[in-house]
């Protein structure tokens, strides 16, 4: 190739040359490198690995927390002893209260004066006491795995710990505390199962098809999924008052064909409602509830043209908690 | 098209052709039919459904039964009573006896005379006496899982057939009776831990990070990555004549990335050694058989270049069974 002047210095050229040669093939590998990366497979996915985690700090991963969603009408001395308890349970990322105390101020004021707190809470304040207001899609929910109670209910940090690092091993189904059944009949009626007042009617022990949301994690997706149910399911909740937890068992049944629950035996759990004010003393004791719950079940049937719930006898405690020995036996 | 003299009998030619024609058709779409059929997902595949099942006939699906896998040394008496209660567990497909007495006759004519029994039993002559003889691959096991049994092991059968339902749901892990765990040290030396005198380290509770095989299912596929191990790997338990199992666990582990074992808290299991006429009481009152599974641990670890064993704290238990309450909460 022809040669000109500055050949006559062919160090310095080649010097500058190989500088900038050098350069870009520096800065290509470092782009290739960073896109690799981002490429990788993340896997801190949806399955989380199941190895217990230290607590962290307060910013925590949206995929190594949960969101507590607590409904509340007419108690909020439960309410705001509840909060207490629950602000600071490990892997809590945020609470969202689902006020539906409608057209009464939330305590929020309060709240606030009574800070600082371990975690965001938030007011979300409705405009119709519904049941299925807990189960909307709030823009505040950031974490994958929400935690759903009942404000009567109260369950031990221990229990809620494990409970959780159990949801992230069974991330698409509800990993709760309290299981419940239906049962059939040969005249092909579903009845709502009372426990030992009713058999499923195979194998030895019993069975469970549902796990009740209002003590349980379940994974945030179910709510868009729920929102998308045909008209017939959001009504039925409505008239009823009641159901939105058979509703969320069916959806989970029918979309991983597996049972919709995974059972965790508590340690310590409590109802309040005794312990309120407010005399208010919860849905479950209106005189047909149980009897609407069986309505539910065939009415859902129905709409779904289905019977999609499916039967499981897994009962997981944790191992050597809180009894060391908990797991020995006497071989 | 030129016209023979059949022409003048068309209906009679066009029923004729109209048969063969036909014939081909339903033959070819039968052909089809067939095709479409042997090519339609099996759905059951290794991830079985988790209904508990009705007991079957004889002719069980190797699909929904288990091989019993039983080696046994020196304790003949124990292998037929053993053999007489294990006989008849539901979904048990056949049982392979690993027979480790070398040189002396198997009792075979007299299981024999003493038929028809519920189930083929194989009694399989070793040359040598090996504690990993169990582990080979043998042609008369048909089913999926193996229930691998130490021959002085006593399970009820409704721990058996729990445990099978459960390794259903969990097909590539070990499922069974009896959780051991490792511990790491500051120096990065493992030890085998003896449950309540170490602990893991970390969070509420204990762990467990072995199932010990000598009481468990999985899959027999592993019986396959086991003979493709190292040969390290296979000297290594000739040499002790142990840790078997915790080889097992390590192969289970590194192909799932997960917790090797599913621990299910067994009901009712008696070891039967003191039982035994002929005064052999099993390895594990050796001297040496604790600091050899430390050895193991940490020999493995070195064939490895890793410690791919994982913690797990579930502990399973059947649901309403056999106290029909146990699932019961003062709520």
Redesign the interface.
């Known amino acids: 190739m022809r040669c000109h002047h500055i050949c006559k210095l062919p160090g310095r050229v080649m010097g500058i040359r190989l500088l900038r040669f050098s350069s870009v093939v520096i800065f290509v590998l470092l782009l290739v490198a960073g896109a690799l990366m981002a490429l990788l497979p993340n896997i801190k996915d949806d399955k989380m ?4 985690r ?1 607590p962290k700090s307060q910013s925590q991963s949206a995929l190594d927390s949960f969101t507590l969603v607590m409904q509340t009408y007419n108690r909020t001395d439960l309410l705001l002893k509840l909060l207490n308890h629950y602000q600071a349970i490990p892997h809590l990322h945020k609470v969202v209260v689902v006020w539906n105390n409608v057209g009464e101020k939330t305590p929020e004021e309060m709240w606030n004066s009574l800070g600082p707190h371990p975690v965001p809470v938030v007011f979300k304040v409705q405009t119709v006491n519904r049941m299925r207001n807990r189960l909307q899609i709030f823009p505040e929910l950031e974490t994958k795995a929400v935690l759903m109670m009942d404000d009567d ?1 109260l369950i031990s940090a ?1 229990d809620l ?2 409970a959780f ?2 949801w992230q ?1 069974f991330p698409d189904q509800i990993v709760g505390f309290v ?1 419940r059944k239906h049962v059939s009949t040969s005249s092909g009626i579903y009845s709502y199962g009372s ?2 007042l009713q058999t499923p009617g ?7 098809s549902m796990v009740l949301i209002g003590a349980a994690f379940f994974h945030s997706g179910y709510l868009e999924l729920f929102q998308k149910q045909p008209d017939a399911v959001h009504t039925l909740i409505d008239e009823t008052q009641n159901c939105d937890d058979i509703v969320m068992n069916f959806l989970v049944a029918k979309h991983t ?3 919709s629950g995974v ?1 965790v ?2 340690v310590d ?3 309040l409602e005794k312990e309120t004010n407010s005399g208010y003393s919860g849905m479950w004791h209106r005189a047909e509830h149980l009897l609407q719950r069986s309505y539910c079940l065939n009415k859902l049937v129905n709409i779904y043209n289905s019977m999609p719930l ?13 009894n ?4 020995k ?3």
Chains 1, 2 share one sequence.
């Open positions: 690995p199941n190895l217990r230290e209910t221990y710990a494990f690092s159990v091993q299981p426990f030992e195979f194998g030895n022990g019993d069975q469970y064909g597996k049972p059972f035996k508590p759990i409590r109802n499916k039967y499981s006898n897994i009962m997981i405690s944790q191992f050597g908690f809180p060391y020995a908990n797991h036996n006497k071989m």
